[in-house]
């Protein structure tokens, strides 16, 4: 069964910075790809990033290039989540979950991250 564990979130001023991590666990990751969502209130859920496990390839959202950044580390099953240059739109539930060759993906029970202004 995978686990996901998400942890870090907080209250942040707007040009602050946060770092969420993601504990997974439960099976080798080896060809999945490891990403963050997020969902304001009011909204639906929107892709943030995400990294490939195997070679570390990484992909973002529009709003939040150059801004965060997603890395992983392999030995100890985490992915985290560097949020720098906040702003109050991010504000939101972050979701880690991961994703497999096939489609499913595991979901974590997610992290608030609130950014005041």
């Known amino acids: 069964q995978v686990h996901m564990a998400e942890s870090g979130g907080g209250l942040v001023q707007a040009g602050g910075s946060l770092r969420l991590s993601c504990a997974a666990s439960?099976?080798?990751?080896?060809?999945?790809?490891m990403g963050w969502f997020r969902q304001a209130p009011g909204k639906g859920r929107e892709f943030v990033a995400d990294?490939?496990?195997?070679?570390?390839?990484?992909n973002y959202a529009d709003s939040v290039k150059g801004r965060f950044t997603v890395s992983r580390d392999n030995t100890k099953n985490t992915v985290n989540l560097q949020m720098n240059s906040l702003k109050p739109e991010d504000t939101a539930v972050y979701y880690c979950?991961?994703?497999?060759?096939?489609?499913?993906?595991?979901w974590g029970q997610g992290t608030q991250v609130t950014v005041s202004s």
């Open positions: 979950a991961a994703t497999i060759p096939n489609g499913l993906r595991y």
């Open positions: 990294i490939s496990w195997s070679d570390g390839s990484t």
């Open positions: 439960g099976r080798t990751f080896s060809g999945y790809v």
